[in-house]
């Protein structure tokens, strides 16, 4: 299979939108087996970010590469090819489909034969904790299992990054500990960085290595998690905002 | 009661034969947002495909001359090329652009079978006879069955099951459905686009070879416009059945061909004429109830 690629870099990412600036001069690295800690305030620009390292939003000036090498012109097709797999807040698993046949898509994409890409499925939604019945068709799967299928599909890909879109939104205290856990095993059991876009603190600290921090469309801090808790830029930009992000500071 | 089972087997035949048709577009329609008219003149040169083109009534056979297997063959062959000529020229190079240009394209492939077909056959209607032997009524039971109703059936259902175990068991059907619900995200864990579309074209070229010859079989007549009824009942078959639902297809298939059937017998002989308003206000009070069809899948949805 392909071999697992070592560092994706995006390297001063300005992206506009007819004058508006989303981002603006974001530097941020993701080295293979790391956790990094997407975070910010509404609007900060997180989620241009991960299109712009996915392939989905092409940058105005600035460059995302893979152990060097420039993907940031490639569509999001070649982006995936070159080991970056991504997961949608929205979840977007196919709901015509069984949870299995979601991971078996993935699977054959990546070019294992049915029967590998079906033994990987079981393997993966196995090692993901999730027991409710791989044939179940997901037109009616819980929010929280749809979240997990979606994790697995991504990983199914055997991507070399993986950047998860708010893996953790409406999930309740119990979920996002089992979600907590299935993230930290990450990068041991796929040989990849992720990268986690959240709004929940909780699990921000609780699985990141390093946490990266945008507002505004610029970088604010990166650092430790404890780092990053202290910082007074950080817990302004947070709490400035109408105070409606006290758990943030958490 | 006996009469009862008749009107069912007949309705049921209907129903799956317009169930074949509604598949058809919702596979193209799921992998594409193509919307596809020119499936209606498949079927039109299918049945042509029979005879040789000349200005008769009542031309001399052309493929309709082979035995039973190869004439089979020959018409859902070249059927099936068509429609994959027509992806490759047609659609193919318009896959980025909005599905309005798309529908355009069809339409403007649509014009051109039916004008082709007008040149080189005349735009009379004509006569062929095939399967002579199968508009024979079978008895069963008691029961006089039209045989061309039988053998509509064991088809159309044959079809569908084979078309179900290929979309549910095979890798490439895997993808297809994958691709047909949600195709940005089917290309961006790996399914090859190009090889997912020209399956889907090619298996509704398949399906509507297959629909040309039991239309001819069971009315012995050709035209033009031949095609158009069954497939625009299909589009509001997937329609009432959930766009990018292939089983909404089917569903909705079996509910307009069993409606008409059924207004077809039950409607008092004055109020017959007026089958197809019965089956559309039908179609409009489904959509009033489900706006969504009646199965609703993620590609009904807006996409990210």
Same mark, same amino acid.
């Given at each position: 299979?392909?071999?697992?690629?070592?560092?994706?870099?995006?390297?001063?990412?300005?992206?506009?939108?007819?004058?508006?600036?989303?981002?603006?001069?974001?530097?941020?690295?993701?080295?293979?087996?790391?956790?990094?800690?997407?975070?910010?305030?509404?609007?900060?620009?997180?989620?241009?970010?991960?299109?712009?390292?996915?392939? @989905?939003?092409?940058?105005?000036?600035? !460059?995302? $590469?893979?152990?060097?090498?420039?993907?940031?012109?490639?569509?999001?097709?070649?982006?995936?090819?070159?080991?970056?797999? $991504?997961?949608?807040?929205?979840?977007?698993? @196919?709901?015509?489909?069984?949870?299995?046949?979601?991971?078996?898509?993935?699977?054959?994409?990546?070019?294992?034969?049915?029967?590998?890409?079906?033994?990987?499925?079981?393997?993966?939604?196995?090692?993901?904790?999730?027991?409710?019945?791989?044939?179940?068709?997901?037109?009616?799967?819980?929010?929280?299992?749809?979240?997990?299928?979606?994790?697995?599909?991504?990983?199914?890909?055997?991507?070399? @990054?993986?950047?998860?879109? !708010?893996?953790?939104?409406?999930?309740?205290?119990?979920?996002? !500990?089992?979600?907590?856990?299935?993230?930290?095993?990450?990068?041991?059991?796929?040989?990849?960085?992720?990268?986690?876009?959240?709004?929940?603190?909780?699990?921000?600290?609780?699985?990141?290595?390093?946490?990266?921090?945008?507002?505004?469309?610029?970088?604010?801090?990166?650092?430790?998690? !404890?780092?990053?808790?202290?910082?007074?830029?950080?817990? $302004?930009?947070?709490?400035?905002?109408?105070?409606?992000?006290?758990?943030?500071?958490? | 009661?006996?009469?009862?089972?008749?009107?069912?087997?007949?309705?049921?035949?209907?129903?799956?034969?317009?169930?074949?048709?509604?598949?058809?577009?919702?596979?193209?329609?799921?992998?594409?947002?193509?919307?596809?008219?020119?499936?209606?003149?498949?079927?039109?040169? *299918?049945?042509?495909?029979?005879?040789?083109?000349?200005?008769?009534?009542?031309?001399?056979?052309?493929?309709?001359?082979?035995?039973?297997?190869?004439?089979?063959?020959?018409?859902? /062959?070249?059927?099936?090329?068509?429609?994959?000529?027509?992806?490759?020229?047609?659609?193919?190079? %318009?896959?980025?652009?909005?599905?309005?240009?798309?529908?355009?394209?069809?339409?403007?492939?649509?014009?051109?079978?039916?004008?082709?077909?007008?040149?080189?056959?005349?735009?009379?209607?004509?006569?062929?006879?095939?399967?002579?032997?199968?508009?024979?009524?079978?008895?069963?039971?008691?029961?006089?069955?039209?045989?061309?109703?039988?053998?509509?059936?064991?088809?159309?259902?044959?079809?569908?099951?084979?078309?179900?175990?290929?979309?549910?068991?095979?890798?490439?059907?895997?993808?297809?459905?994958?691709?047909?619900?949600?195709?940005?995200?089917?290309?961006?864990?790996?399914?090859?686009?190009?090889?997912?579309?020209?399956?889907?074209?090619?298996?509704?070229?398949?399906?509507? /070879?297959?629909?040309?010859?039991?239309?001819?079989?069971?009315?012995?007549?050709?035209?033009?416009?031949? *095609?158009?009824?069954?497939?625009?009942?299909?589009?509001?078959?997937?329609?009432?059945?959930?766009?990018?639902?292939?089983?909404?297809?089917?569903?909705?298939?079996?509910?307009?061909?069993?409606?008409?059937? %059924?207004?077809?017998?039950?409607?008092?002989?004055?109020?017959?004429?007026?089958?197809?308003? /019965?089956?559309?206000?039908?179609?409009?009070?489904?959509?009033?109830?489900?706006?969504?069809?009646?199965?609703?899948?993620?590609?009904?949805?807006?996409?990210?």
């Amino acid at each position: 299979m392909q071999e697992q690629k070592l560092t994706l870099e995006a390297r001063e990412i300005r992206v506009e939108f007819g004058g508006i600036r989303a981002l603006n001069g974001v530097d941020l690295t993701l080295p293979n087996g790391a956790i990094l800690g997407l975070i910010g305030p509404n609007g900060a620009g997180k989620t241009t970010m991960v299109n712009v390292m996915s392939g @989905f939003q092409k940058p105005s000036t600035g !460059e995302v $590469r893979v152990d060097g090498v420039v993907v940031s012109g490639f569509t999001p097709q070649q982006t995936a090819r070159s080991g970056i797999a $991504r997961s949608f807040q929205s979840a977007r698993v @196919f709901r015509d489909l069984t949870v299995e046949q979601n991971l078996t898509v993935a699977g054959l994409g990546i070019g294992l034969s049915k029967k590998a890409a079906t033994e990987q499925a079981r393997d993966i939604l196995d090692w993901i904790g999730y027991r409710q019945g791989n044939d179940r068709r997901c037109n009616s799967l819980p929010y929280s299992d749809e979240r997990r299928v979606s994790i697995a599909r991504a990983l199914a890909t055997r991507p070399s @990054f993986a950047l998860l879109d !708010e893996p953790a939104s409406g999930m309740n205290e119990r979920e996002c !500990e089992q979600l907590m856990e299935v993230i930290v095993n990450i990068p041991r059991r796929f040989r990849c960085g992720v990268m986690l876009i959240e709004h929940n603190m909780q699990v921000i600290m609780g699985v990141c290595e390093r946490i990266h921090v945008l507002d505004g469309g610029r970088t604010l801090a990166e650092g430790l998690p !404890e780092e990053i808790k202290k910082n007074p830029d950080v817990l $302004r930009a947070y709490l400035g905002d109408k105070g409606t992000r006290h758990h943030a500071a958490g | 009661m006996m009469n009862f089972v008749q009107v069912m087997i007949d309705a049921l035949a209907l129903g799956s034969l317009y169930a074949l048709v509604a598949l058809a577009i919702g596979l193209v329609f799921g992998v594409m947002r193509l919307v596809n008219f020119a499936q209606a003149d498949y079927i039109t040169l *299918g049945a042509y495909s029979l005879v040789v083109p000349t200005a008769s009534i009542t031309p001399p056979l052309l493929f309709g001359a082979l035995s039973p297997a190869l004439m089979i063959l020959a018409v859902i /062959g070249m059927v099936t090329m068509l429609a994959l000529m027509t992806e490759r020229i047609a659609f193919r190079p %318009l896959r980025r652009s909005d599905p309005a240009t798309l529908l355009i394209s069809s339409f403007a492939v649509s014009y051109f079978l039916q004008s082709l077909l007008t040149l080189v056959h005349g735009g009379r209607p004509k006569a062929v006879n095939i399967g002579g032997a199968l508009t024979q009524p079978v008895e069963f039971a008691g029961i006089r069955i039209p045989g061309v109703q039988l053998l509509t059936l064991t088809v159309a259902m044959t079809l569908l099951v084979a078309l179900v175990l290929f979309l549910k068991k095979t890798p490439i059907g895997i993808q297809l459905r994958a691709a047909a619900e949600d195709f940005q995200m089917a290309r961006l864990l790996g399914v090859p686009a190009n090889r997912v579309i020209a399956i889907a074209f090619a298996i509704s070229g398949i399906l509507a /070879g297959t629909i040309s010859l039991l239309f001819v079989i069971q009315t012995g007549l050709l035209s033009i416009g031949m *095609g158009i009824t069954p497939v625009v009942y299909a589009f509001f078959a997937t329609v009432i059945g959930g766009m990018g639902s292939l089983g909404g297809a089917v569903l909705g298939g079996m509910v307009v061909g069993v409606a008409s059937a %059924l207004l077809q017998t039950y409607l008092p002989a004055d109020l017959r004429a007026f089958r197809d308003a /019965g089956v559309f206000g039908l179609v409009i009070l489904i959509l009033l109830v489900r706006p969504q069809g009646l199965i609703v899948t993620g590609a009904a949805k807006e996409r990210v």
